[in-house]
C-alpha cells in the first residue's frame, strides 16, 4: 500500500491504525528472516503509537496525511530510547537518547515507527554487505545485493515490510539501493533536511531522504521533514527558495540534458537500453532531449573518495572506546583502549576509510590532496551550473549495471567505488536528484536518475510523475 491508500484506508475506517501495524509487524518477523533488512523492531513503540492515532480518528479531530503510516527509519538516525548502531559493533549496544530532527517532524505527524533498517557499516559501502550485523538480501533475488548504504530501507519497502523508509544518502546511499530495489528514492538539496541526530560520516556530503514506492509518497515525506533546523547550521528554509512551488511542469516547455559522459564504455548495454527507452518516453510526451557535457565527471570519483575519506576520519575520531560505545577489555592502558578499541570495534571498510582520510589531512599531504580534491569539486560544480543554464534537468542511470550478487565485489575495494560513478557528483556539488523504477534487465530493477537545479525537488518530483502517469 501507498500512504495515500493507507491514509484514505484509515480515514474511512476500513481499517484501523493498530491492525495496520499488526499486519506489517507480522509480514517482518516472516520476511526479515531472509531479507535481513531490520536490526531492531520497536514493537512496543509501533503499537503504542498505533493507538494513539485510533484515538485520534475516533474523536473525528484532523488527521495529518503520515498519521498511522507505518515506517521504516535507517540505523543511523536517532530514534529515543531506540537502539543506534549505524551497522557498527563500536555502537552495538548504544541506545539514542535524543529524537532525530526528521524524526520529531514524523512523530509531530502520528507515524507509527516500525524499526530501524540495516546499512553498511557507518554508511560506508554500496551493497549493505559492510554491515556488522550481516548483509541484507535485494528481494527480487535474494543472491544478490539490494544497493547500499541504505540497503535495508530499500530492501524493506520493496518486500512490503513498511509504506516507506528513511535513508541517509552521502554518495548515492538512497538512489542506488532504491535503483537495486525498484522503488523510489529522494537525494534532497544539500541543508533541505536537518542533519542533526544523524550519525556524521561526511559533513559536507551526508542528506536525510525518504524510500518510497512511489513519486507521490516521496513528496509527501519530504514535504514533512524539511526545512530550517535551528540545531543544524547547515540547514536552510527552503519554502522560500523553491520558485513556482505549487505550479505544475510544462512538459512540452521542459528541456532535459542527457549527458554524454554518462554514456561510456561500462555501463551494461541492457541498463543503457532501458535507460534510453525511458528518456524516448518524455520525448514522446513532448519533451526537448538535449546531450550535453559534463567534462571533468572522470575526475568526480577520485575527488569524491579523498573528501569522502578525509571528512570521515575527522567525524570517527570521536569513537575512543572511553566516551560511549564499545570498549576493549583486553586493554593495558589508555592508548591501547583507544587503539584495540578501534581496531575490534570497526569494520574493515571503516578502517581503510579512516587510513586514507587521515593520510590525505596530513603535515605535507594535505595540499596535494585534499585541497586538490576540493579543487576538482568546484570544476565538477561549475559544469553543472553551465549545464543548467540550457537545460531544466539531467536523465542519467543510478547504476551502470543491475544489482550484483552478493560476495561479488566485497574484496576488491575499487571495484566497488566504481558503483558510485553515476551519483558522487550529485553529493559533491549539493544538487537535488531522484531515483526512480523504468524497467528491469530480467527480473532486475533499473533506476532513472532525475538531477535537478539546488532546491528544485518541487520539479523533478513533478517530472517523475509525469513518468509514472505516461
Do not use: W
Amino acid at each position: 500500500m501507498t500512504v495515500k491508500e493507507v491514509h484514505q484506508g484509515l480515514i474511512r475506517k476500513e481499517f484501523s491504525a493498530l491492525e495496520l501495524c499488526r499486519v506489517y509487524l507480522a509480514r517482518i518477523k516472516k520476511e526479515n528472516k531472509k531479507i535481513n533488512a531490520f536490526l531492531d523492531v520497536s514493537e512496543a513503540l509501533a503499537l503504542s503509537q498505533a493507538k494513539e492515532i485510533d484515538t485520534l480518528i475516533s474523536q473525528k479531530k484532523e488527521t495529518p496525511f503520515l498519521a498511522g503510516v507505518p515506517c521504516a527509519i535507517k540505523d543511523n538516525i536517532l530514534v529515543e530510547g531506540i537502539s543506534c548502531t549505524a551497522g557498527s559493533k563500536i555502537l552495538e549496544n548504544y541506545v539514542a537518547p535524543y529524537d532525530a530532527t526528521v524524526i520529531k517532524r514524523l512523530k509531530d505527524q502520528g507515524v507509527v515507527i516500525l524499526g530501524k533498517t540495516n546499512l553498511d557499516e557507518f554508511a560506508m559501502g554500496s551493497s549493505t554487505e559492510n554491515s556488522a550485523f550481516g548483509p541484507s538480501h535485494n528481494p527480487h533475488d535474494l543472491s544478490r545485493v539490494p544497493g547500499g548504504s541504505s540497503g535495508g530501507s530499500a530492501a524493506a519497502v520493496a518486500s512490503d515490510e513498511c509504506v516507506y523508509a528513511l535513508g541517509s544518502d552521502t554518495g548515492g546511499s538512497i538512489r542506488l539501493p532504491a535503483s537495486f530495489c525498484g522503488v523510489v528514492g529522494l537525494k534532497p538539496t544539500y541543508g533541505a533536511v536537518s542533519r542533526y541526530g544523524l550519525i556524521a560520516f561526511a559533513s559536507s556530503l551526508d542528506q536525510i531522504g525518504p524510500i518510497t514506492k512511489t513519486v507521490e509518497d516521496a513528496k509527501v515525506v519530504f514535504d514533512v521533514i524539511c526545512g530550517r533546523d535551528r540545531l543544524d547550521s547547515t540547514s536552510i528554509e527552503i519554502s522560500s527558495k523553491i520558485e513556482n512551488k505549487k505550479s505544475k511542469v510544462q512538459i512540452k516547455n521542459l528541456k532535459i540534458g542527457v549527458p554524454k559522459e554518462y554514456f561510456v564504455k561500462g555501463i551494461n548495454s541492457e541498463v543503457e537500453k532501458v535507460i534510453k527507452k525511458a528518456i524516448k518516453k518524455y520525448e514522446e510526451m513532448g519533451a526537448e532531449i538535449t546531450e550535453v557535457r559534463l567534462p571533468h565527471t572522470e575526475y568526480a570519483l577520485p575527488a569524491y573518495y579523498i573528501i569522502n575519506p578525509s571528512e570521515a576520519s575527522a567525524n570517527l575520531a570521536r569513537y575512543d572506546g572511553v566516551k560511549y560505545g564499545f570498549s576493549a577489555k583486553d586493554a593495558a592502558d589508555l592508548m591501547e583502549i583507544y587503539l584495540k578499541s578501534r581496531e575490534q570495534g570497526f569494520g574493515d571498510e571503516v578502517r581503510r576509510r579512516i587510513m586514507l582520510g587521515t593520510y590525505a589531512l596530513s603535515a605535507g599531504y594535505y595540499e596535494a590532496y585534499y585541497l586538490r580534491a576540493q579543487k576538482v569539486r568546484t570544476l565538477v560544480k561549475n559544469d553543472f551550473e553551465k549545464v543548467f543554464q540550457k537545460v531544466d534537468v539531467l536523465l542519467t542511470p543510478v547504476s551502470p549495471f543491475p544489482p550484483f550478487k552478493i560476495g561479488e565485489r566485497i574484496d576488491d575495494p575499487l571495484s566497488m567505488y566504481l558503483v558510485d560513478v553515476y551519483t558522487v557528483s550529485i553529493n559533491l556539488i549539493g544538487v537535488p536528484a531522484l531515483s526512480m523504477p523504468v524497467g528491469k534487465v530480467g527480473k532486475l530493477p533499473v533506476g532513472l536518475q532525475i538531477i535537478g537545479k539546488h532546491f528544485e525537488e518541487e520539479k523533478i518530483l513533478e517530472i517523475g510523475k509525469l513518468y509514472e502517469s505516461y
